[in-house]
Structures are given as C-alpha cells and as structure tokens.
C-alpha cells in the first residue's frame, strides 16, 4: 500500500539535515533536500531522478540523488548543509574539467547523467564572502547565542509539543486523565516552555578583531578580515582571513602583527572550522556533543523561520527575563557589518523593482510557476520583516506614513478614523489584486504595521509617485483626483481594470466629476491608476474595492440619537459576501435556464409532457439530485456566459446622474447593492447563528476564530452587536457563543481606548500605561482606584507627552467601554458584563491585540479565582516570593531553601515602597515586551491549491493512487513555496493527515498530525485554537494506532489550554470529554471511563438541556459505562431517560429511539437475571453454611461482584459485535482499538443531531 511507502519518507525528510544539529541552518538547503528526498522517495521511477558523485577537496565522494529540473545553486546549496561538508562555504562546480554556472537547471549542463562525477573546486575568498563564512561557522558550532530581534518578541516560535511530550511513557504509568478536575482553575504552565538545557559549548568566543578592517596596503596583499578566537582551553587566537582562506597570525590584544606564525604554530586551513579544529583540542568532541544534543530536538522545532513570523506568546517565564539568561557575546554588536559590510549598503533594496520584476517572470511551465511563486513567497516575506522593523526604526527604500488624515483627504469621511480604516482595507485590496496576479496590472508592496498605538503605512515606492508633474498633468493617470471633483481616464488602463473588476465583481459605471462631466470607470472612482516611469501600470488605493454597505449607513442614521454617532462612513462589504451572493444568482441563473430548456423540450416532445411535469413539479431537492446523477443532462449544457452579475461601488457615495436614463440606471446599480446587504441581514447572519443553534458549524473559542469565522461567511465585525442579540434569542445553547461574542466587543473597545492614550504618550512610559489600564481593566475588584507608576524625573524630560491616561479610573474605564460598544456595534451591554467575563480570558485577548507579553505569575484579579501556575495554590501571605517561581512543569516536586532563594532572584525587580501601598493585579515590571502587529498583503500560492484540490477529488472519484501523488505533489509545493514553517504548511499537514486518517493509513496520519502542530505552535501560538485543534486530531490519531495513553496525554494538554482560551464548559468540548471517556474505555479503565461519561453528560446538560437528543446520546453511552462498572440498576436507568428523551424528540420509529429500546430490554433482562443469579448464590451459601458447619467461606469476590463481572463480559462483547460505541464523535464509531467485530452496512450514526460528531468532524 502507499502507506508503506509514505509514512517512512515523511520521517527520512525531517531527520535527515537534523544530523547536523544546527540552529543556523541555511532555508534553501533544508529546502532542497526536504523537496529533494520527497521528489526522490515518491517519485522513484522518474527518469528525471538520477544520483551523482560529487569528489571532494579532501579526496572523499559522496552520492547525491538530483533532479533534472533542480538548479546548480539547489545542489551547491545541498552540499553546504550536509554533515560531511560543513566546512565549505566558498567553492564551484565543476564537470570534465569545466566550471558549471550556479544559476543554470542541471538538465542543461553537457552530458551530465546517472554516476557522473562533480568535483568540489574551492574559490578564493572576498570580503564579503569571507563575512559570510564567518557567519555561518558561527551558527554551525552554536557561537551565536540569542539574537536580539526587535520584531520577534521573547521565546517567539516556541513550541511545546517535544519537550511536553518526548519522553516515553513508562510501564504501568497511570492514564494522564486520572483525577483530572475539568472545573478547576486554568494552569498557565500549559501554555509555558521549560527552562531550556545547556547546550554543549564548543569555542568560548569568536568575533571581528579590534584590528579590523584591515589597512589598504594589507587589503592589496589580500587581507580581507581579522578575527579573535578564544577557545575552550582560555588561548587567544588572532587569525586572519585572507583570500586564500585563514591562518593564525602573530597579533596580540596590544601588537598588530597580522602575519603568519612561523613553523611548527603557522596553522592555516581553507575553512575556519578547520582551522578552529587545529587549534582547540576539544572542539572536536564538543562540536559532536552539540550535533547530538541538537539531534535529539525535532527538527521543525529548532528550524528558523524563512517565510512567516513566528508567534509571540502573550505570557512568558520569569526564567526567560533573568539576568543569567542574556549571554554575552560580543559579535552580536557585530551582526550589522557582518552581514551588510561596512556601510550597511547590502542590505538596500530596491523593494518595488523586485516585487514588479517577480511578477513579470515566465509561468509558462510547471517549474517556472514553483520558482516564481517560491520567489514571491519569500519577497514578501523579506519585505514585511523590512516593514515591521521599520515601524520601529529608520529604513531606507521604503516610504513610511501614518494611517491618519494627514492633509484632510478623509475629512467629510470621518478623519483620522476613517485614514485607520482605509489603509487596513487597502491592505486587503492589494492582497485581493496580488492573488488575482492579472498580467500588466502591479501593486506596491504593501504592509500595515500597528504598534503603540500608531498604524503604520509601509509601501514600495513606485517610480515617479514623487515625480513633479507638469502643468496641466494629473498626479494619477486613471480614476479620481482629490477627491471626486477631478476623474482623469487613460485608454491604456482599460485592459487591465477590465479584467480586475470582472474578477472582483465590479460594474463598469459612470461617475461625475464636479463639472457634472461623466467618465465611465472599470472601477470604484477611488481606485486609481498610476504610469509609472518604468512603464509599468500601478493600481493604488484599493479600500474601495466592494461597495458601501448601505443598510449599515440607513440605519446610522436612524439610530443616531440612540447611540451616538458613528466613527466614519468606510463601512464597505467584504470580498466573501459578494462572491457568495454571485454564486447564489448564479445557481439561480442555472436553474431557470434549466427550466426553461425543460420547457422547451416538453413543448417540442409531447409524449414526455406528463414526465416533465412531474419532474417541474417535484420538490428543489429531488431535482437537484437528478440533475447531479445524469452528467450528461441539460444542466451541464447550460451556457454561462450570459450570465452577467456585478454591482456598482460607487452607489450611495455621492454621484449624481444627470440624465434620466442615468439616474434610472444608478437606481438599479442601488437596488442590486441593498439587495446584497438585505441578504447579509436577513439570511447570512441569521443563518450563522441557525447553524451554530443546530451544530451545524464548530463553536468558535476566542475572539481570533470568532473574527476567522464570520469572516469566513462575508459578516462584517460591525454586526457583533446584532449577532450578540440574535444569540441571547436562543437561550443558553448559544450562551457560549454570546460569551465570546460580549468579551470581543469588550475588548475590541478596550483596544482602542488604549490605542488612543497611547498614540501621544513617550514609547519609554507604555509599560506603565498598559500595567495601568490592565488594572483597570481587569483588576478593578482587586484594588479600585489603582495608581501608575511614573518616574517623575523622566517625565520632565518629555514635556509635550499626553499623560491623560493617568487619570483613568476603573469606573472609567467601564464606561467608556460601555460607550465605546454602544457606538461602534450598536449594543447595550448587559449590567453584569463586568462579573460575567472572565478577567484570565480578557486579559489574553487584551494582550493579544496590542501585541503585548507579559511575565507568567498567578496575578490576582481579586475575585477569588486567581490562575493556577505550577499546578500549586499561592500563599497569600508571600505573593512576590511566589510570583517569582515561574517557568518550571507542574511535575517538578524538588523544592528547599535554596532554590526558592534562586527564583526569588530571577523575579522581576520590584519597584521600591510598593510593599507599603495597596497591591494592585499589575505593575509596569510586569510588561516585558510590546511587539508589532503586521497585516500583509502576501498571496497564497496558487499552485500548491490546485494540486491540493484536485488530489481531493481524485480521492472522491476512487482514484486512490493518482490522488495520493497530487495531494504528495501539493504538499511538496507548499513546503518549497512557503518553506516548512508557515500557517499554510500547517493547514496542509493538518489536512493530509485527516485524508491519510480516511484512507486508513493511520501511521502516516500521526506523523503529519504531529508535524501539523509543531508548526502551528510555533506559527499561530501555543494556546491558538488550530493549536487545540491540532492536539485533539493528534490524539484521535494516536488512539487508533494503539497508543491510547499518549493520546489521553494530548487530550489532558488539549483541556488544559482550552482552560485559557475559554473556561470551562465550551460546547465543543463535549466531544473531547466523550472522546476521553471512549478512550478510558478501551484501556479497561472502566471507573475512570464512567466519570468521564458523567462530566460529558453534565456539560451538555448545562448547554443543551437534559431533554435534548445531545444528552440522551450521553445518556446512552453512560449507561453502557455503568454497566461495564458493575451497576446494572443504575445502568437501567440512564438507558430508560435515554429512551424517554429519544421517544420524545426524534420518534418512535427513529433509529436511536429502537436501539436505545433495544438496549434498555436486554439491560434490564441482565439486571434481573444478576439479582436473581445473586439471591441464588445467597441461599446455596447458607445452606452449605447449615449443612457444613465445618468449612470456611472462600476467598475472593462477592456473587454481586461475580456477577456484575459476567454482565460486563457480556457487555464487551455485545459492545464489540454491535459496535455502539458510536454516539457523539467519530471516534467512538471507530470503536476501540482492538474491538474487531462485523459491521452492519446501513448502520448509522446513534444521534444524527448530536454536536460533537460534527465538531469533532471539523477538528479533524
């Protein structure tokens, strides 16, 4: 089978570079090779794959398998990042004597075939190659230590899964779930790395000489740097790195001397990890221990990200700031003129000319498409890591603006909010346009960065947006000019916006300029089109690519009075609603036209009339079932290129038609446009809250998947309000729900309540501000009128600072929370809003929009319900000692004097007299870092989508083998396009594994549900909800494999996370509890096994009511625990309340409703037959007791117990021939692992309406 074949390879592609233990590895290279084996393993048989001999310069070979389409650099680069070859860095290739051209496809190198010869030729050294060298022996030896990146906040990438979960489980060890409390208080150390281990070090220090750079007359005679190593022994080297590679030369701290030693000290070598080696006794043994200390780690754990930003966890261990935790290195101070040369010159770009000359390159085969979409994957990425830092700090070749109404342009619009609001919808046009990728048609790069709370524009310049322009001339070639009141066209940009607006669903339409002269427009009058003086065509301004959402606009009108006035008038629709709404009228276009050929074809054949009729007569569902079963009906032959759906952007912002044709044409461009918000009104939004109602679509968990969610399904965040009142209309099955939609609005207002204080206040005071509104925001019970920490003397120094944020208050705050929701949602919030969130839920989220990170302790919102850190309550009476002892696992019992004395050390220094004050939940200490948050314009890849779409419906189509190798091929090219880290590799690992998991190839399914959630921890975050789901699916995986304990594992981590992100009693986790319980089963674990039955029965009580399907499906499973428990009588009951509630809501002749009579027959048969086997037992004890007075009553269990036992026999059995344990998830139709029994072919799901197997669907 292909899983036999898969599984292995998709182990072999990560450990393979993993041997050489690095953390600097080179992107490119890992690249290479995980492409490489994969092309390799998978593609076995391809003439195209064939192995060469690459001779070394050390006179060893070694066997490399190479594709014909593969580039020389891909080789060179894949010889770099090999164990064997570490020490070369500078070289070229050559093939029967002639040098090969790095940037060339080995397909074109002459007679180059299966066991051709490469030989390694080693190049004499430049500076800049020299610095390179430099840099990487540096990482390749573990010399580098920790970067200080501004942009990556503290522990950013981290992952969990390995340190948690690598060690074996031991014999006998007790399930993870044991005494396992689902109501008890949220442990942060779920969501906290442990202190990391020594690493073996190899050298004490290697960094750029005080000698350096070199004086001229040594730079003719070749020098190129000067070094200074230290070894583990304490010798000094001075080395020099010449063109020929580098020696130890005769400098000293006080004497220049940079040239060789003489004999037998005159140690050189081509590479400096030769040379190191030479000089250093014991490198060689450290520099093995360090490949097997990083051997050991997973490589996608240690692997540095290449195309995404890695995740910034909002709560970090004291252990992580502790003064003995930042190394001193000096070469950090070096980085800059080690990577860029003196100046810094190589590190400029010109940004926009690499993103315009990306877009122009060849797509016309599949290898061109990879390299192009590779190469833009990682331009943007480049590009907004350029951005970010920018935000932070000077950059050049980048233009630089604050998202603000600077010169009034947004004036009648709504100002300075409306300015915020429109760059972070332009950001999302060109993101639109950039996936569109439309020949002749370029974007800017673009990128918005919002930190402290300022929103940053960063975008490519394009050439000649600065160009003084003549006379006469326009700034913009196509669209409008300040304003509406001058439209300017260009036949040149027809074309082209032609195409756009086809693609986005935009009418072409008149607008007016303010002489009343009309201009017909491909696109929104905002839209503009700009010639470059490269004479490339630009499309700027995108926040106006979908039209006004004009029922929001009437009803701000109306509403006014009530809540206030709105903050702008840039409400627009979104992208996926007006796609939605094109299908709808499209399925609409089809059906009529289906129709109406019915129509005619009744008409020309009067012998089918009676048939047709039928037909036209049938319910919508049936007619679509016919028409899918006949491929070759009359649906098929529709012809769609009459159809014709577009709306008119422009609607209802201030055009005015002049003729009467005009104004009626604009009247119908409006009617289509309402027609669009009526529909988000009245069907999409009601029907979100339908389907969460009847557990049709997942519950979301937090603010980030509620946000995913509704957007999604084309809901603006606006409608929150009206969502939070159609939820409360439901009652407590939506109470969840209307919980997470209440803390979004909440703290959506809080953000920019603090955005607001922020954006005039001295970067050097935001810690205190933020400690301030936090105890504010959630710290309020604790201590109500809390009081910032402010260093006066500093303060002087920034006299024009706005400190207004001292002032607040918790009661102010809360109200102007309150104003702020009723403003910008239209919603009261409820009196209770305060007492009803949950201030641990709060502040993440609070900590998660503002980009914040916070040092780990058990902070006391002064309700009582203080966090759990260690898994150990905190004395009251020593809250600092306490706080202190952060960043150890919940197992970790060693304890005394001394260690408390250390990790009193390593807190956060205290700010002196605040002992004597009223303590509040937070001080300024308390906020290490700020980071910025990015919203890009990246594009998906096209490419990796459609293999990974039409590996699916091969699969659908029962072609098993071809579908395998394109979804194989997909995920080949999600790895080469995005590299191995990113959230779109993780979502393609999360659904490779599912499809493996369908197609019963369950070792393989582990494996990349194991990947998918390293790389999403390190991603999307430790505690996200892809995180939780990641861990539920790799569970469910593990189970079926047989390794039950290590899935409960995963479970308890799963629970204990979800603890943070949202409480207790999330809807969803219903099916997780049922899962456990199954799980629990399986291992014979039946008293646990029943407990958990019975915490699942009391959440989806709570939830959904004790007479709903959901919990008779519980009920039913619970009493088959009871029975294997050993009590009948209870089991009896339980299955009667099931019966009764199945009876009641679904039917007598429904399924469940028989098979739960079913069920309650024999258990009750049983139950009488163990009381009557029980009483018999009895009396024959007695009589042998009477009639032998002699004998002793033997060892061992009671007749109940003995006969309970027969009962639970019996019900294994029944349970492994029947296979009931079904109920509320998929996992409980596979059974449990070693259940084997028939299955009967139209043997459905227990409860069809039940939530969890739906949920635990989409999790999987």
């Known amino acids: 089978m292909a899983s036999d074949d898969e599984a292995p390879q998709s182990s072999k592609s990560e450990q393979a570079p993993a041997t050489n233990g690095v953390n600097g590895t080179s992107d490119q290279a890992h690249d290479h090779q995980h492409e490489h084996e994969h092309e390799h393993e998978h593609n076995h048989e391809d003439n195209n794959v064939f192995q060469v001999s690459v001779k070394l310069p050390d006179g060893h070979e070694m066997k490399v398998a190479v594709s014909q389409q593969e580039q020389v650099q891909d080789l060179r680069q894949s010889i770099v990042e090999t164990p064997e070859t570490f020490q070369y860095t500078c070289f070229h290739l050559e093939h029967n004597g002639d040098r090969i051209n790095d940037f060339v496809e080995l397909s074109e190198v002459k007679d180059l075939k299966q066991d051709s010869e490469l030989v390694v030729v080693q190049d004499p050294y430049t500076e800049k190659e020299a610095r390179m060298h430099v840099v990487r022996i540096r990482e390749l030896i573990g010399a580098t230590g920790d970067r200080a990146d501004q942009l990556q906040g503290i522990c950013a990438g981290v992952s969990l899964h390995d340190e948690r979960f690598a060690s074996p489980l031991e014999k006998g060890e007790a399930s993870a779930l044991a005494g396992y409390d689902l109501a008890g208080r949220p442990p942060l150390n779920a969501i906290l790395p442990q202190p990391q281990e020594t690493i073996p070090k190899t050298i004490k220090s290697l960094s750029v000489s005080q000698w350096n750079p070199p004086p001229h007359h040594l730079k003719q005679r070749g020098h190129l740097l000067y070094l200074l190593l230290t070894t583990n022994e304490g010798e000094q080297h001075h080395i020099t790195a010449s063109n020929s590679g580098f020696f130890v030369n005769k400098s000293s701290s006080n004497k220049f001397d940079p040239f060789p030693r003489p004999a037998p000290k005159n140690h050189s070598a081509h590479s400096l990890l030769s040379l190191i080696s030479i000089l250093s006794p014991s490198f060689n043994q450290a520099f093995v221990d360090l490949q097997k200390s990083n051997g050991q780690k997973d490589l996608l754990t240690t692997f540095p990200f290449q195309n995404a930003i890695p995740a910034n966890p909002w709560l970090v261990p004291a252990s992580y700031i502790a003064s003995a935790h930042h190394q001193s290195d000096l070469t950090r101070t070096q980085e800059a003129y080690l990577l860029g040369g003196v100046d810094g010159a190589e590190n400029l770009r010109d940004w926009n000319e690499e993103f315009q000359t990306t877009r122009e390159l060849p797509r016309d085969t599949l290898q061109d498409r990879v390299f192009r979409e590779r190469l833009t994957s990682k331009l943007f990425a480049d590009y907004n890591d350029a951005a970010a830092k920018g935000a932070i700090f000077i950059y050049n070749n980048i233009f630089f603006s604050f998202g603000c109404d600077g010169v009034q342009t947004f004036a009648s619009e709504g100002g300075d909010e409306a300015a915020r609001v429109a760059v972070n919808k332009d950001v999302a046009g060109v993101k639109a346009v950039n996936q569109l990728d439309i020949n002749d048609l370029f974007t800017p790069g673009t990128v918005v960065v919002d930190y402290l709370g300022k929103r940053i524009v960063a975008q490519s310049i394009v050439p000649?947006?600065?160009?003084?322009?003549?006379?006469?001339?326009?700034?913009?070639?196509?669209?409008?000019?300040?304003?509406?009141?001058?439209?300017?066209?260009?036949?040149?940009?027809?074309?082209?916006?032609?195409?756009?607006?086809?693609?986005?669903?935009?009418?072409?339409?008149?607008?007016?300029?303010?002489?009343?002269?009309?201009?017909?427009?491909?696109?929104?009058?905002?839209?503009?089109?700009?010639?470059?003086?490269?004479?490339?065509?630009?499309?700027?301004?995108?926040?106006?690519?979908?039209?006004?959402?004009?029922?929001?606009?009437?009803?701000?009108?109306?509403?006014?009075?009530?809540?206030?006035?709105?903050?702008?008038?840039?409400?627009?629709?979104?992208?996926?609603?007006?796609?939605?709404?094109?299908?709808?009228?499209?399925?609409?276009?089809?059906?009529?036209?289906?129709?109406?050929?019915?129509?005619?074809?009744?008409?020309?054949?009067?012998?089918?009339?009676?048939?047709?009729?039928?037909?036209?007569?049938?319910?919508?569902?049936?007619?679509?079932?016919?028409?899918?079963?006949?491929?070759?009906?009359?649906?098929?032959?529709?012809?769609?290129?009459?159809f014709s759906f577009a709306l008119n952007p422009d609607v209802c912002s201030g055009q005015e038609p002049q003729t009467e044709e005009e104004k009626a044409e604009y009247e119908e461009d409006e009617k289509n446009v309402r027609a669009v918000c009526s529909h988000l009104r009245t069907t999409v939004i009601p029907g979100l809250i339908t389907d969460l109602h009847d557990s049709d679509v997942g519950f979301p968990m937090d603010g980030r998947s509620l946000s995913h969610l509704l957007h999604k399904r084309g809901i603006n965040i606006r409608y929150l309000g009206q969502i939070a009142a159609?939820?409360?209309?439901?009652?407590?099955?939506?109470?969840?729900?209307?919980?997470?939609?209440?803390?979004?609005?909440?703290?959506?207002?809080?953000?920019?309540?603090?955005?607001?204080?922020?954006?005039?206040?001295?970067?050097?005071?935001?810690?205190?501000?933020?400690?301030?509104?936090?105890?504010?925001?959630?710290?309020?019970?604790?201590?109500?009128?809390?009081?910032?920490?402010?260093?006066?003397?500093?303060?002087?120094?920034?006299?024009?600072?706005?400190?207004?944020?001292?002032?607040?208050?918790?009661?102010?705050?809360?109200?102007?929370?309150?104003?702020?929701?009723?403003?910008?949602?239209?919603?009261?919030?409820?009196?209770?809003?305060?007492?009803?969130?949950?201030?641990?839920?709060?502040?993440?989220?609070?900590?998660?929009?503002?980009?914040?990170?916070?040092?780990?302790?058990?902070?006391?919102?002064?309700?009582?319900?203080?966090?759990?850190?260690?898994?150990?309550?905190?004395?009251?009476?020593?809250?600092?000692?306490?706080?202190?002892?952060?960043?150890?696992?919940?197992?970790?019992?060693?304890?005394?004097?001394?260690?408390?004395?250390?990790?009193?050390?390593?807190?956060?220094?205290?700010?002196?007299?605040?002992?004597?004050?009223?303590?509040?939940?937070?001080?300024?200490?308390?906020?290490?870092?700020?980071?910025?948050?990015?919203?890009?314009?990246?594009?998906?890849?096209?490419?990796?989508?459609?293999?990974?779409?039409?590996?699916?419906?091969?699969?659908?189509?029962?072609?098993?083998?071809?579908?395998?190798?394109?979804?194989?091929?997909?995920?080949?090219l999600?790895?080469?396009?995005?590299?191995?880290?990113?959230?779109?590799?993780?979502?393609?690992?999360?659904?490779?594994?599912?499809?493996?998991?369908?197609?019963?190839?369950?070792?393989?399914?582990?494996?990349?549900?194991?990947?998918?959630?390293?790389?999403?921890?390190?991603?999307?975050?430790?505690?996200?909800?892809?995180?939780?789901?990641?861990?539920?699916?790799?569970?469910?995986?593990?189970?079926?494999?047989?390794?039950?304990?290590?899935?409960?594992?995963?479970?308890?981590?799963?629970?204990?996370?979800?603890?943070?992100?949202?409480?207790?009693?999330?809807?969803?986790?219903?099916?997780?509890?049922?899962?456990?319980?199954?799980?629990?089963?399986?291992?014979?674990?039946?008293?646990?096994?029943?407990?958990?039955?019975?915490?699942?029965?009391?959440?989806?009580?709570?939830?959904?009511?004790?007479?709903?399907?959901?919990?008779?499906?519980?009920?039913?499973?619970?009493?088959?625990?009871?029975?294997?428990?050993?009590?009948?009588?209870?089991?009896?009951?339980?299955?009667?309340?099931?019966?009764?509630?199945?009876?009641?809501?679904?039917?007598?002749?429904?399924?469940?409703?028989?098979?739960a009579e079913n069920w309650l027959e024999q258990l009750t048969q049983n139950a009488v037959a163990i009381a009557k086997q029980a009483k018999d037992i009895q009396a024959r004890r007695l009589r042998n007791i009477r009639y032998l007075p002699g004998m002793r009553?033997?060892?061992?269990?009671?007749?109940?117990?003995?006969?309970?036992?027969?009962?639970?026999?019996?019900?294994?059995?029944?349970?492994?021939?029947?296979?009931?344990?079904?109920?509320?998830?998929?996992?409980?139709?596979?059974?449990?692992?070693?259940?084997?029994?028939?299955?009967?072919?139209?043997?459905?799901?227990?409860?069809?309406?039940?939530?969890?197997?739906?949920?635990?669907?989409?999790?999987a």
């Open 464 to 642: 000649g947006i600065f160009k003084q322009r003549e006379p006469g001339e326009h700034q913009i070639d196509y669209g409008g000019v300040e304003g509406h009141d001058t439209v300017t066209e260009n036949e040149a940009f027809v074309p082209v916006f032609e195409k756009l607006s086809k693609a986005l669903r935009v009418k072409k339409h008149p607008v007016w300029d303010k002489d009343h002269k009309r201009h017909d427009l491909e696109g929104s009058v905002e839209t503009k089109g700009l010639l470059g003086t490269d004479g490339r065509k630009y499309v700027l301004d995108l926040y106006r690519i979908t039209p006004l959402d004009v029922a929001w606009s009437d009803e701000l009108e109306t509403t006014e009075e009530t809540f206030g006035k709105y903050p702008h008038r840039m409400s627009v629709l979104r992208l996926e609603l007006i796609e939605s709404y094109w299908r709808l009228k499209l399925q609409e276009y089809v059906k009529q036209e289906t129709e109406k050929k019915r129509a005619e074809k009744s008409a020309e054949e009067p012998k089918t009339e009676e048939t047709a009729t039928s037909k036209q007569d049938g319910d919508e569902k049936a007619s679509e079932e016919a028409t899918e079963s006949k491929p070759d009906s009359d649906q098929d032959r529709i012809d769609i290129s009459n």
């Open 726 to 972: 159609l939820a409360k209309e439901k009652g407590r099955r939506l109470e969840a729900f209307y919980t997470i939609v209440l803390q979004e609005m909440v703290v959506r207002a809080f953000k920019h309540i603090a955005n607001g204080l922020l954006n005039h206040l001295p970067p050097l005071f935001a810690s205190a501000c933020l400690a301030h509104l936090l105890n504010c925001f959630v710290g309020g019970d604790l201590n109500s009128e809390p009081r910032p920490e402010m260093d006066d003397e500093m303060r002087k120094l920034y006299p024009d600072g706005d400190y207004s944020f001292e002032k607040m208050t918790p009661s102010q705050l809360q109200k102007q929370i309150m104003e702020q929701v009723k403003l910008r949602y239209r919603c009261d919030l409820p009196e209770d809003w305060r007492t009803s969130l949950k201030p641990l839920q709060l502040l993440r989220e609070a900590c998660l929009r503002l980009g914040l990170q916070i040092v780990a302790k058990e902070y006391d919102f002064g309700r009582g319900d203080k966090p759990s850190l260690n898994g150990v309550a905190e004395p009251a009476a020593e809250p600092v000692v306490t706080n202190g002892v952060n960043g150890h696992h919940e197992d970790d019992k060693s304890g005394g004097k001394k260690k408390k004395k250390k990790a009193i050390e390593q807190a956060p220094a205290q700010t002196n007299g605040t002992a004597m004050k009223q303590p509040t939940t937070f001080v300024a200490e308390d906020i290490l870092n700020i980071a910025p948050s990015v919203k890009d314009a990246s594009p998906k890849s096209v490419l990796a989508e459609e293999a990974m779409e039409a590996g699916k419906i091969s699969l659908a189509q029962g072609q098993k083998q071809i579908g395998q190798e394109l979804i194989l091929e997909s995920l080949s």
């Open 974 to 1155: 999600h790895e080469q396009i995005y590299g191995i880290l990113h959230p779109e590799v993780a979502k393609m690992y999360h659904s490779l594994s599912t499809i493996y998991y369908q197609t019963d190839e369950k070792e393989a399914a582990v494996e990349l549900a194991r990947k998918a959630v390293i790389v999403t921890e390190r991603t999307l975050g430790v505690d996200s909800y892809d995180t939780i789901l990641a861990y539920l699916n790799l569970s469910l995986f593990e189970h079926h494999v047989g390794n039950t304990k290590q899935a409960l594992r995963y479970v308890r981590h799963a629970l204990d996370v979800w603890k943070i992100v949202f409480g207790a009693s999330h809807p969803d986790s219903i099916t997780t509890i049922n899962n456990a319980a199954v799980m629990l089963q399986s291992l014979k674990e039946y008293p646990e096994s029943r407990k958990w039955f019975e915490k699942c029965y009391v959440v989806c009580e709570e939830l959904f009511g004790h007479k709903s399907a959901n919990a008779a499906t519980i009920l039913f499973q619970l009493a088959q625990a009871l029975a294997l428990d050993g009590d009948p009588k209870a089991a009896v009951s339980k299955m009667r309340d099931a019966y009764n509630i199945f009876l009641a809501e679904l039917g007598p002749e429904d399924r469940n409703t028989k098979e």
């Open 1193 to 1259: 009553q033997a060892q061992g269990c009671s007749p109940r117990v003995q006969a309970q036992r027969r009962l639970g026999t019996l019900l294994e059995r029944a349970l492994v021939t029947q296979e009931v344990l079904r109920g509320a998830s998929i996992l409980t139709q596979g059974g449990s692992g070693d259940a084997g029994g028939k299955k009967s072919k139209d043997r459905k799901s227990v409860n069809p309406k039940a939530r969890g197997r739906k949920s635990t669907s989409a999790a």
